[in-house]
Every structure is written in C-alpha cells, then in structure tokens.
C-alpha cells in the first residue's frame, strides 16, 4: 500500500491508507473512520465529504475479499 493523492491535492500518508483499510476490514463505520483517520488531512469545506469517500473507495481496493 502507498499514500493517496486526491484529487483536490491532499496527501494521505499511507499508514493512514492502511489503518483505514484494516477498519474498513474490521466493519468500522465510515463515518468514525472519516472523522478519527481523516479529518486532519481534510478540513471542512463544502466538499470534504467528496474528498474523504474517495480516500475511503481507493482504500476498500486494499481490502481483502472472501
């Protein structure tokens, strides 16, 4: 796994891409994953919701399926 780069420029470090795709693993809400892994990476603004799915949608690729 390596860091993600959005599309608006914002650098996800990839020990967060990894701790988010253990969590979404574990069935962690992803909500709680947004605000405890992201929110220091993605201020508000009125699209930050957009800016976290893609961080969350590029970590499920991580994500082992069964």
């Not at 693993?25 to 930050?48: A, K, M, N, V, Y």
């Not at 800016?51 to 499920?60: C, D, G, N, Q």
Request: no cysteine.
């Amino acid at each position: 796994m390596k860091y993600f780069l959005t599309s608006s420029n914002v650098l996800i470090p990839k020990s967060t891409m990894r701790n988010i795709a253990s969590r979404i693993e574990l069935g962690d809400d992803w909500q709680d994953i947004i605000t405890e892994e992201l929110r220091r990476f993605i201020p508000e603004s009125e699209d930050d919701l957009d800016v976290a799915m893609e961080v969350l949608r590029a970590a499920e690729d991580f994500v082992p399926t069964t």
